[in-house]
């Protein structure tokens, strides 16, 4: 596809749960960012990728949050033992080069946890 | 946290000017000043960024002081699609993440 597509766009799941949440950027795009936004709020950085390392992870709040790029394309943010405080819009962005001006944002995934 | 200071709300008539201001006083010689915006329900779309001059495209202008501590983002004839939240950012494009703030929620009526 042309943009960055999320999936599921929307997941509901229990507290305690594990939750996968997918990103697949725009083809040729090197860096790939994760956030999270809570209603009424920015979204906030969790983690980037340029290739298929992690070049800054110094937003995943705790480490019950994961994430890999193994192929320096489609990500994966990985959720141990959710909490309902884990529950939010997970953003996913790509741009050709970290750093270089207009990211690519995707639609979202809703995370519910109950 | 956000190096930046926006107005929580605006609102503007439609076809006119809406001027979005951003306070930036801390911002470094090499950050940029970037503008986002992001209607409901939907991911942030990129708008404009600059670094020292005035900057335009077909979206927007953007309009950043001699001092670089202010800036304004300015959306000439507004439309009632233009009703989103907008954020203004600072970046230095040295591989830092975009940090958002809580924007200015800018409501464009008839």
Redesign the interface.
């Known amino acids: 596809g042309a943009g960055v597509s999320q999936t599921p766009s929307n997941k509901v799941t229990e507290k305690g749960k594990y939750v996968e949440l997918r990103c697949d950027p725009i083809s040729g795009h090197t860096a790939l960012y994760w956030y999270r936004q809570s209603l009424g709020q920015g979204p906030e950085f969790l983690i980037y990728f340029q290739g298929t390392g992690a070049a800054d992870d110094s937003g995943l709040p705790n480490d019950r949050f994961f994430a890999v790029r193994p192929e320096g394309s489609v990500s994966t943010l990985k959720i141990q033992r959710t909490e309902r405080g884990d529950s939010a819009v997970y953003l996913c962005a790509s741009s050709w080069l970290a750093g270089a001006g207009e990211l690519f944002f995707g639609e979202g995934s809703r995370l519910t946890v109950l | 946290d956000?190096k930046t200071t926006q107005p929580p709300s605006m609102d503007c008539a439609e076809g006119r000017a809406a001027n979005l201001p951003c306070n930036h006083s801390t911002i470094s010689g090499n950050e940029?000043v970037?503008w986002?915006r992001q209607i409901h329900?939907?991911?942030?779309?990129?708008i404009i960024?600059g670094l020292k001059n005035n900057e335009t495209n077909e979206m927007a202008s953007l309009i950043i002081t001699e001092d670089r501590k202010s800036s304004t983002l300015i959306l000439p004839h507004a439309t009632l699609r233009d009703t989103a939240?907008y954020?203004c950012i600072v970046?230095?494009?040295?591989?830092?993440?975009?940090?958002?703030?809580?924007?200015t929620t800018l409501s464009v009526s008839s």
Do not use: E, M
Request: hydrophobic share 25%; aromatic share 24%.
């Open positions: 956000a940029y970037y986002y329900s939907q991911g942030p779309q990129y960024h939240v954020y970046n230095d494009q040295a591989g830092t993440a975009l940090i958002f703030g809580k924007g």
